[in-house]
């Protein structure tokens, strides 16, 4: 397009054969019976005039649309990268869940093996404290058996003792006591 007296392209790159300056500047060889001058060149004139506002309409309309498609480029990236932002949030909830998931087992397996360690231990301290009892009982039994067989031993003795002294008491009275 040639406005002002250059030229232009259009939206697609390609050069208007025609501008208004051309229309303008246009001029007719004069003809016998030819078509009047003045109205001509009134039309002329208001054909260009017409096209400069079209044309400057277009150039407007073009830069709308292309302020429009950057807008709708920048609106495509945002998108994009809300979408990209989504899936890295998504993935991360995943990970952090699947982490959770881990360390609740990990905690779980690890209960676990406190509670058969403690249980192992108690049963450990149990089997110890029964074996001591066991061990003090037949200790006590030991005991209460010598003692018994001492008490058997010590009535013996003490029978046996009192045997000889009644003996004693017994041939000391068919004894005349001498003074």
Do not use: C
Not at 56 to 62: A, D, F, G, H
Not at 152 to 174: A, C, F, G, W, Y
């Amino acid at each position: 397009m040639r406005i002002a007296g250059r030229q232009t392209n259009n939206k697609k790159g390609e050069k208007l054969k025609i501008t208004p300056i051309d229309i303008q500047q246009q001029q007719f060889n004069v003809k016998f019976r030819g078509y009047d001058i003045q109205e001509v060149d009134s039309f002329l004139e208001t054909v260009a005039n017409e096209l400069e506002e079209k044309i400057k309409k277009i150039n407007e309309l073009s830069g709308a649309l292309e302020t429009k498609e950057e807008r709708i480029w920048e609106y495509q990236n945002m998108e994009k990268t809300l979408k990209k932002t989504l899936m890295i949030a998504q993935a991360a909830s995943e990970e952090v869940k699947k982490n959770a998931e881990k360390a609740a087992e990990d905690l779980s397996a690890h209960a676990q093996r406190e509670a058969e360690l403690t249980i192992s231990q108690a049963k450990q301290a149990a089997s110890k404290i029964i074996e001591d009892s066991n061990v003090q009982s037949a200790k006590i039994q030991a005991e209460v058996s010598d003692l018994r067989r001492k008490r058997v031993i010590l009535e013996q003795d003490l029978r046996s003792l009192l045997e000889t002294h009644l003996k004693l008491l017994e041939t000391s009275t068919e004894k005349p006591f001498r003074t």
